[in-house]
């Protein structure tokens, strides 16, 4: 069965296909030459074509077309420009007149293009990475894409972006779709670690190494053997220690600390950072030869405010991640989410992870509005609802609140007895209904006072609507002011 490599050439013999088999044979690429009446069965037994080339000898336009949708999933090249043929999505290119070397790699490099972005290839590490890397925007469509790339070599890879992006996100997606993904992996926040401390974490140290060492340790590169060791924030790394991991990564090789013996490095480096790297290397901070030998496959994560279109479809995965570890969720409403599309994200997906966070606290299992996000993410004008009760409920709760505490709660001097509140019940008894209203009276005509009679003010110190006042001002024939 013919491989991935190899062209299938569909002409008759003619001088075209002399062109074409020289060509070829220049440029080194394997191919398979059928006659036009042969190509249909060709093309039906085997699927795994690089590139289908339609020499001049392939006359009929009927059966050109029959053969170019008999195979959408492979990129055809055709030697006439027919309109008919172009018009086909899979004819990636058509050669007029005579071929040329420069005209032909062009060509092929089309093919190779629509093979590599051909939808549905790979489907099981793109679901995985759908799940774990959030978003259709084109920024994540690339960052997932050099990740499907980049996984199953062994080729070192740089993290680069803002802190909160998802740096160790995309070092464990590389993990676990490598032929490593068996082995460990195994982070270290190179930032985290005191400088003289840092070689031992990395390289372990025999017992009696230094002060303290009391027994041998395997450092991080012993624990990653077999997997993927993940250098978060190397660009915090001191210079000594740069010298040190250079060595490794060249000579695959490493001693504990304290020993001569030299254990072979088994492990893939994944190195991230939040920093300039080519500025810390003009600065003098950075090697520049550990820059290059890290360097070799750069992976950049877009902040969080370069991809909006992506929150709604983050957020509802972060909710959900939520939910299955608490127990506990939210619903955003849409004018919620315009309102957080609006917002900058210093602190990127870690910000929103943490805002959602808070809001399941505050508002379990119900739905947030623009008016319940924290006030720095209130970025739209929207009318909040604000809920009213019907009098008898409001009047209800503010004697609930009069007489139901304590005698502990006044002296002699509360505030409440300028209002004529009894901290007892006198043994002659009282008339309720008119003691109530007296209450009511003595508690508007201080309102009133304080607010030099202004209604809308005194109605909102007695925590109710100023229609609600001027009602009652009227039963009890109060004058407004």
Not at 144 to 171: F, H, M, Y
Not at 239 to 266: H, I, N, W
Not at 373 to 380: C, E, F, G, N, V
Request: with cysteine.
């Amino acid at each position: 069965m013919p491989s991935e490599r190899r062209i299938l050439l569909i002409d008759s013999k003619n001088e075209s296909l002399e062109q074409f088999k020289t060509i070829l044979q220049f440029i080194d690429e394997d191919y398979d030459w059928v006659l036009p009446e042969e190509a249909a069965q060709h093309l039906k037994q085997h699927q795994n074509w690089k590139a289908v080339l339609l020499g001049a000898g392939v006359k009929n336009i009927d059966d050109s077309q029959k053969l170019i949708n008999s195979a959408p999933e492979l990129p055809f090249i055709v030697q006439e420009s027919v309109s008919e043929l172009t018009a086909f999505a899979n004819v990636v290119a058509a050669i007029n007149g005579s071929i040329n070397y420069a005209q032909f790699t062009h060509a092929l490099h089309h093919c190779e293009s629509y093979l590599r972005n051909k939808p549905g290839k790979s489907v099981s590490s793109s679901k995985d990475l759908l799940h774990t890397l959030v978003g259709k925007s084109q920024e994540m469509q690339t960052v997932r894409k050099l990740i499907e790339q980049v996984s199953p070599t062994d080729a070192n890879v740089l993290v680069l972006g803002e802190s909160g992006t998802g740096k160790e996100v995309v070092a464990q997606s590389i993990h676990r779709l490598s032929k490593r993904s068996k082995g460990p992996f195994v982070p270290v926040n190179c930032g985290a670690i005191p400088g003289e401390l840092l070689e031992s974490e990395l390289f372990g140290h025999e017992k009696g190494a230094f002060t303290g060492a009391i027994s041998a340790r395997k450092g991080r590169f012993e624990l990653a053997q077999g997997g993927t060791l993940f250098l978060d924030e190397i660009g915090d790394m001191p210079l000594p220690m740069q010298v040190k991991l250079l060595r490794v990564l060249q000579e695959r090789v490493f001693e504990r600390v304290g020993s001569a013996t030299q254990v072979k490095a088994d492990v893939r480096v994944v190195a991230a950072t939040h920093r300039e790297l080519e500025q810390l290397v003009e600065d003098g901070k950075f090697r520049e030869d550990l820059f290059y030998r890290l360097n070799v496959f750069p992976i950049e994560t877009p902040a969080l405010r370069e991809r909006r279109e992506d929150i709604p479809l983050l957020a509802q995965e972060l909710i959900n991640r939520l939910a299955e570890r608490e127990g506990e969720s939210v619903k955003l409403t849409d004018n919620a989410y315009q309102s957080l599309m609006e917002h900058k994200w210093s602190g990127n997906v870690r910000e929103l992870a943490n805002l959602l966070e808070r809001l399941t606290i505050l508002y379990p299992n119900q739905i947030v509005d623009v008016a319940d996000l924290p006030a720095k993410y209130q970025h739209i004008e929207v009318e909040a609802f604000e809920p009213e009760y019907p009098e008898s409920m409001l009047e209800r709760e503010a004697l609930n609140d009069l007489f139901g505490s304590s005698e502990e709660d006044y002296d002699e001097e509360d505030d409440f007895n300028d209002v004529g509140l009894m901290t007892s019940l006198p043994e002659e008894g009282i008339n309720l209904k008119e003691y109530l209203a007296e209450l009511e009276i003595n508690l508007i005509n201080q309102a009133l006072d304080f607010h030099d009679g202004v209604v809308a003010r005194a109605a909102e110190m007695l925590g109710m609507r100023r229609t609600t006042l001027v009602e009652k001002m009227r039963k009890y024939g109060l004058n407004q002011a």
